[in-house]
């Protein structure tokens, strides 16, 4: 069975970071491009940022330069290192298989002072 399981979103204050995780289980982990996706309140889910199988990486515009993508295949996770988080930034964030129609449960971040 394809798990995919997101952890590390919580409270943060503008400015502040985090980091998010997905631990993946049921594929051979280090073949799949991961994505982190992203919904806010009354908008709708965009791809935050991908990772292929050999690191190449790519991010939405609003991201470039605050957040990271990075895979660690030996622990089948890959993580999204947010730093200088906006108030927009808030939103349920979500683990993805690129290619294959997999998702994780998502994991809530809110920004706000």
């Known amino acids: 069975q394809v798990q995919l399981v997101e952890s590390g979103g919580g409270l943060v204050q503008p400015g502040g970071s985090l980091r998010l995780s997905c631990a993946a289980s049921?594929?051979?982990?280090?073949?799949?491009?991961m994505g982190w996706y992203r919904q806010a309140p009354g908008k709708e889910r965009e791809l935050v940022a991908h990772?292929?199988?050999?690191?190449?990486?790519n991010y939405v515009d609003s991201v470039k330069g605050r957040f990271t993508i990075s895979r660690d295949n030996a622990k089948n996770t890959v993580y999204l290192q947010m730093n200088s988080l906006k108030p927009r930034g808030t939103a349920v964030y979500y683990c993805?298989?690129?290619?294959?129609?997999?998702w994780g449960q998502g994991t809530q971040v809110t920004v706000s002072s």
């Open positions: 990772i292929t199988s050999s690191g190449v990486t």
């Open positions: 049921g594929i051979f982990f280090r073949l799949y491009t």
């Open positions: 993805k298989t690129m290619l294959s129609d997999y």
